[in-house]
Structure formats: C-alpha cells, structure tokens
C-alpha cells in the first residue's frame, strides 16, 4: 500500500490538508503544515485551492466551513506581531480522543465538507461486501447485543503473499474470532474459535454471481476451517456455524487477508510485542529477541503465523500470540500518538477499508462508522480475549492435531456470552425489576418428591420433553411427574409457571434445572389439590442436566487476557 501518495497535492498528504478544528467541529484546508499563513490584506481575493488531490471549488466554495472573507461580511484581524498566530488552546486528551470517537472512519463523515466528501467516496470505494442473506443483520447498529465475526483467511491475496496459505485455495477461516458486545456496551468478549476445532457446519445458502442462490450441502464432524471457501461456502456459512455452535446470533463479518496484519501495523507505526525468549524461526522467518520489540509489515505477519516459536506448538498457542498482538494494536490505535496524528489516521482508514471485506450490512463508509461509534463506547480494561474451551479430539489419537469442545466447560462461556455475563469485573447496574426476579430464588426449598411438575417442549429440539422427564425422575427423585407434550406456542427461553403456594417446589426445581430468576413466573392463586406446576423449555433450552442460567463467572481454568494488559509469548 502507499497511502502516502495518494490524493497529493503539491506533494502535501491529504491527511495533513484537511484537518479537524475541535473549535469549530468542521474540517479546514491546511495549505502548509509546517508554517504559519498569512491572512490575505484588504482588497486582496483570496487565494482558491482545491481539496485533496482533486480539482474542486475554493475553500470559500466549501459548504460548512467559516468564512467572514465573503462581500459585506469582511472583518478586521486584530493586529498581531508579524509572523505570529494567536494561540489555539491545547485540546485535551480526551477531547483529542473525542474527535476520533467514530472510530478509525469517523474523519470522513464531516458533513459539508468536499474534501472530507471526496475522502469518504474514497474509502467507499476501498470497501468489497458480500451478501450473506439472512446469515447477518441488516442493520448496522442494535439497541441489544452487537455479535461480529472477524475471520482471517490464508488465501493467497496481496503483493507479496504468494509465498503463504495454500497454493490455488480459496481461502479458510484460518484465524476467527467473536466479538460479542454486550446491550448496555459495558463490555465485550473477543471468543477465538481454534481452525482445527472439529464440528458440524449446517447446510448454507450462498449467493452467485449471477444473482442466483445455491444451497451448498451440511457437513459433520469436519474441521471449523472449512466454513469458509471450500465448496463454494461464503462467510455466511461462517456465521452460520459459529450461531450453530454457540448458539450466538451473528450480526455481521469483517474477512481481512494477510494484507490486513501488514498494512494496519504499519499505519499504526508498529506494534509492541513481549517474549518471553528470543525466536528464530526458518518456517515463519520471525526473529526476535527476547523481551519487547516493535513491529510492523512482514515481521507483524510472521509474528501472527508463527506455530513453532511459542507454547507446545499447536494453533492453540498461535490463537494466544495473536490475541496478544491484537489486544497491543487495540491499545496502540486508542494511544494519543494515533488519535492525534490526521497522517496515521488517514492511513489506518485507508489500510482498513482496503483489506476488510465485510457484509453489505454494514457495507459502505457511513453504516461501517456507526457501528464503530457504537462498539468504541466499551473501555478496553472490559474487553477481554478468550478461547472456546477445547479437548484433544479423542477419534484424531494425536495431541493437538484437532479438538473438539469441553463438554463441560465451553456451554458455561457460551452460556456467559448469550446472557452478557461479562469476564471482567465490570460492576453491572442491577434494574429494580431484576433484583425483585432474583428474590424469587431466595427461601426454603421443598424436597424433590414433593416437586410436582408437568413438563412441555415449547421450542427445544424434539423430545427434549421425555428426555427431560426421564433425568428428573431417574436422576433426581422427582417422580410426580409428567409429559405434556408441546406446547400451544414456541418460546424463546424456559419459563416455570407455578402458584404462590408452589413456591418452594419452584426454587427446587430452579436449583435442579439451573433455571434462572428471570424464567419463575409466579401466579396469583394458590393452586388447589393435586395441581402441577407448567415447565415449558424454550428455544434456550440445551439439554436435560445442562444449566440455563449463566455462571456468575467464567470458569476455572479456561485461557483468558483483558486487552488493557500486556503479557509476553512464551
């Protein structure tokens, strides 16, 4: 990329042309960075310029931007000595990080302004988008919860790169992660989804060329990468495996290729890494010594590829370099050195919109900075980097050549995630309304043979219903009851129906379902004889003996690292 020469004029970069003044909120032509300008005398037109690289009406031709230099409208400058500007105050910290809230596109969408206009149609111009159907949201933004799928792909795209991925692949989901960003935007979980994780990929509609749609076949047991490119899967048969396996709904994707590890480290001015002991590897070429290193291009690319430098050599320990590196180069585009400098902000617009493929939910400059705007309320100290956690694939009989989930561990943070738990100390703001929910749990509990409790399927898989009555009478002793069969209408989540007076058979069977508070739907008339409580599993419903209700925390042992924080491969 040579962000540097495009658009120039008289050999002066864009970025430093058209520059934001926190003054007036508009973007203003800077003919000479370097120096000060003089006003023009009395009598004197002003001098026209055009913007950015292109021709174009003069600054005063400019809509949105002042000028008192207009017929009738002439003012005086007070008198200044020669050479000399008054001085602008200093902008804060957080007001230099305000201008740039929108994120890294944010500079462009100034309205009124043409160099600003010709910048945007620039940047719109960078963006390719892919129609994934009803794989995605249609909207940039939502008043819940924001899920965005990040997947790198080894195919062989970009000067340079011939040399890595697969020759004549169509690329896989080599590297993904899940970005889930909770509804209030305290905070967010970046979920790493390992390449050789072996699973299901539900069968995939995709969109052709022609405008047609072609419907390519389910698979099972398969590795993750797959999703992607072969048999002509698009990112939407990504996301379509992650919702499968999470039960996460995917709002949108963001592909970059090799090009994006290169490019965005460099318009950044490089990234700090942390070894714990020098690399030298042959197969990644990465060289490193021990201790911290900037690096950028190439060296970014190898340190992100390596497989042989760190841990036991597996993509399990690659996933944690990479989360490194992008938790650094998070911390590094929010760093004042970044947000102040109109030169690096123009070339990481311009690196990110070139590499990013995206879906055309978001698929053009203005919907791709609403949603930055929105994600970019969450702090980084609350954003965190996880893993989905995994076991040796017992079918493969050789450590770490696939995985497959923990079946105990990896429903607890997927569970976490769909009900915005989050995985740092983020102080959550409890509604009167959830803590009255919560004093439904609180008091005795009947015994399990007093629990009495008819059982309907109102959206689980089928026969959840039997399966679930036959663990609660042959596992846990609640032998009064019964099948209901399905109920009238599906429903999105469990609920548990009883009276007043079943109150403490329902926090028992609370305790042995793990329903949560917010699934108790207490009636107001005490039930009379033999009467059973209406257990209806909905669409959450996961399983007989799996808990409902989120952990409190995530659990004990999984692979974690909050992005504010800096850790060193090892």
């Known amino acids: 990329m040579d962000a540097q020469s ?21 973007y203003e032509l800077r003919l000479n960075p370097s120096g000060p300008q003089s006003s023009p005398s009395a009598g004197t037109p002003p001098r026209r310029t055009t913007a950015p690289g292109r021709g174009g ?46 994120g890294v596109l944010g500079f462009v969408l100034i309205a009124g302004s043409t160099g600003a206009y010709l910048l945007y149609q620039h940047f719109n111009n960078n963006l390719n988008t892919v129609d994934v159907g009803d794989a995605g949201s249609k909207h940039a933004t939502s008043d819940g919860p924001v899920n965005i799928l990040i997947i790198g792909t080894d195919k062989r795209t970009g000067k340079g790169n011939e040399g890595y991925g697969d020759k004549g692949s169509e690329g896989h989901a080599d590297t993904n992660i899940l970005f889930h960003v909770s509804k209030d935007r305290s905070n967010a979980t970046a979920l790493s989804i390992p390449r050789d994780l072996v699973t299901n990929i539900p069968e995939c509609p995709t969109k052709q060329k022609d405008g047609t749609t072609r419907t390519v076949r389910s698979e099972a047991n398969v590795r993750f990468n797959t999703s992607l490119g072969q048999d002509g899967r698009d990112p939407g048969c990504t996301m379509r495996t992650v919702k499968a396996l999470t039960g996460l709904s995917v709002d949108h994707f963001m592909m970059a290729d090799f090009n994006a590890v290169k490019e965005l480290s460099t318009a950044v001015g490089g990234v700090q890494v942390c070894l714990t002991k020098p690399v030298n590897d042959p197969k990644s070429h990465l060289k490193l010594p021990a201790g911290k290193s900037t690096i950028k291009g190439e060296q970014a690319l190898a340190f992100v590829r390596t497989r042989h430098s760190f841990g036991n050599e597996s993509d399990l320990d690659r996933i944690k370099q990479q989360q490194q590196f992008l938790s650094s180069m998070m911390r590094k585009m929010k760093s004042d050195s970044t947000l102040s400098s109109p030169t690096k902000m123009y070339g990481l617009a311009n690196a990110a919109t070139k590499a990013l493929t995206v879906d055309s939910g978001i698929g053009s400059i203005k919907k791709l900075t609403s949603l930055a705007q929105d994600l970019s309320k969450v702090d980084l100290k609350n954003v965190t980097f996880t893993t989905v956690p995994v076991i040796d694939n017992p079918a493969d009989g050789k450590v770490h050549k696939t995985v497959v989930v923990d079946p105990v561990k990896a429903p607890q943070v997927f569970s976490m995630m769909r009900s915005d738990v989050s995985f740092t100390e983020v102080k959550k703001k409890e509604s009167e309304a959830k803590d009255a929910q919560a004093a439904l749990l609180k008091g005795t509990r009947a015994q399990a043979s007093a629990v009495r409790v008819q059982v309907l399927n ?10 679930t009555l036959l663990w609660l009478q042959n596992t846990k002793g609640v032998l009064k009851s019964d099948n209901g069969g399905n109920a009238p209408a599906k429903l999105a989540n469990t609920t548990l129906a009883y009276a007043p007076n079943q109150a403490d058979q329902a926090r028992k069977l609370a305790d042995l379902m793990g329903l949560p508070a917010s699934a108790l739907k207490p009636g107001t008339q005490d039930a009379v004889g033999k009467t059973s409580m209406v257990l209806t599993l909905g669409a959450d419903f996961k399983g007989a003996g799996i808990p409902i209700a989120a952990p409190a925390k995530a659990p004990e042992g999984i692979q974690k690292v909050e992005a504010d924080k800096s850790v060193c491969a090892k």
């Open 6 to 26: 495009r658009g120039r004029a008289e050999e002066v970069d864009p970025a430093d042309q058209w520059v934001l003044n926190p003054q007036t909120g508009n």
């Open 458 to 467: 109102g959206g689980a898989v089928a026969g959840s219903a039997s399966q």
């Open 57 to 102: 009406p003069s600054r005063r031709d400019v809509p949105g931007q002042r000028d008192n230099r207009r017929a009738g409208n002439a003012q005086e400058a007070p008198p200044t000595a020669p050479g000399r500007r008054k001085r602008k105050p200093k902008a804060s910290r957080k007001k230099k990080a305000l201008m740039w809230t929108g």
